[in-house]
C-alpha cells in the first residue's frame, strides 16, 4: 500500500481502529494515564523530556508527594523544587516547570489552561507538550509529533520528512473521538514496536499501512557516545561531608551541590569507587578518591542527614549513594 491512503478517509478510519485497539491491549501501565489531571499530565511531560520512562516513574511519584499541586509548586522555593528533581538531570526543565506553575497561578488562577495557545504561554512547554496536555488531559483534537511518533510516519510514508510534513501527516491521521488515546498510541507504538534500528514490523498492527516495514534509509543514527574519564574528591568527617556548591553565574546546573573535583594530578592514584556516568553524547568513567582538602576550598561542610534535602546533580547524588551516604 502507497501513502495516498492518507487521503482516503475509510483507510485512515482502518488505521485509527486497529492502532487504538493494539493500543487498548498492549499499553505500558504507567501512572500518569491513570489520570486525567492536567497537572500530574504536565508534569510527566516535562519530566520525559529526554530521560527513559523507567527512570522517570520514581521521581514521578516523589515530586507529585511534595508538590502535589500547582499552588504547591508555585509556593516552593527552588532549592526545594530542585532538590526534588535531583536526579532526573537537565534542570533548566526544573526550573522552567517552576516559572510556569507561578504564572498559572498568577494569570490562570491556578488552572492548567485547556488549549495549546495559553499553554504555550507557559515557560517550557513548546508545540509538543502543549499538544500533549491539551489532547490527553482536556481530549481536544490536536496532534502531537515527538521521536517516536516522527519515526513512526516517516516510516509510514516512506521517506525522511520535513517538521512541517511531519506535523501535517499527524493532524490527517488524528482521530477527533479520541484524539488523546490516539496520541499516546501513536508515541506507544514507536516506543515499543517501530523502534529505531530494527522495527518488530511482524508485531505492528498497521504494518499494511507502512510504505517502509524495516529501517529507513535517510535517518540519521544517533550520535556515537565519546568517553572521558573524571575524579571527585569525597571527604567525610564526623557524620558530614564535604560539598562545592555551583556559582549561580554558570550556565550548567546553576546553584546545585556536588563533590569538588579531585586535582588532575591524581590519575595515578587508586581511587575508593568508581562508577559510569552518561549524560547526552558523553560516557563518563568517573573515578572518586580520598584527598585531602585544601584550605582554598570555597566548599562546605555538610551533615550526612541534611545532604539528601539538597538540590545535588545526578552525578552527585549517584557518587554519594554508592558511597552510602545518602
Known sequence: MGNGWIDDARQRKLFQRKLLAWYELNRRDLPWRRTQDPYRIWISEIMLQ?????AVIPH????????????????A??????????????????????????????NFAGKIPNNREELMTLP?????????????????????????????????????????????????????ENPGNFNQALMELGALVCVPRVPKCASCPVTAHCVTRGPLSGIANKTPQKKRTISYALNC??????????????????????????????????????????????DYKVR???????????????????????????????????????
Open 50 to 54: 529526554q530521560t527513559r520512562v523507567t
Open 60 to 75: 514521578y511519584h516523589k515530586f507529585l508527594r511534595r508538590f502535589p499541586t500547582v499552588h504547591k509548586l508555585a509556593a
Open 288 to 326: 572518586v578518591l580520598r584527598e585531602p582538602i585544601s584550605v582554598q576550598s570555597s566548599g562546605t561542610w555538610v551533615k550526612n542527614n541534611r545532604v539528601g534535602t539538597l538540590p545535588l546533580t545526578g552525578l552527585a547524588r549517584k557518587i554519594l549513594r554508592a558511597a552510602k551516604i545518602i
Open 237 to 282: 568527617r564526623n557524620g558530614s561531608v564535604f560539598l562545592i556548591k555551583r556559582p549561580q553565574e554558570t550556565s550548567l546546573m546553576p546553584g546545585m551541590w556536588e563533590l569538588p573535583q579531585a586535582a588532575a594530578g591524581n590519575i595515578a592514584t587508586t581511587p575508593i569507587l568508581s562508577l559510569r556516568h552518561s549524560i547526552t553524547v558523553t
Open 124 to 176: 517550557g512547554i513548546g508545540p509538543y507538550t502543549s499538544a500533549a496536555i491539551a489532547s490527553i488531559a482536556y481530549g481536544q483534537p490536536v496532534a502531537v509529533v515527538d521521536g517516536n511518533v516522527r519515526r513512526v510516519l516517516q516510516r509510514l510514508i516512506g521517506k525522511p520528512a520535513a517538521d512541517r510534513q511531519v506535523w501535517q501527516t499527524a493532524e490527517r491521521l488524528l482521530t477527533h
Open 77 to 106: 522555593r527552588e532549592s526545594s523544587v530542585l532538590a526534588a528533581w535531583s536526579g532526573l538531570g537537565y534542570y533548566r526543565r526544573a526550573r522552567t516547570l517552576h516559572a510556569a506553575s507561578k504564572k498559572t497561578v498568577k
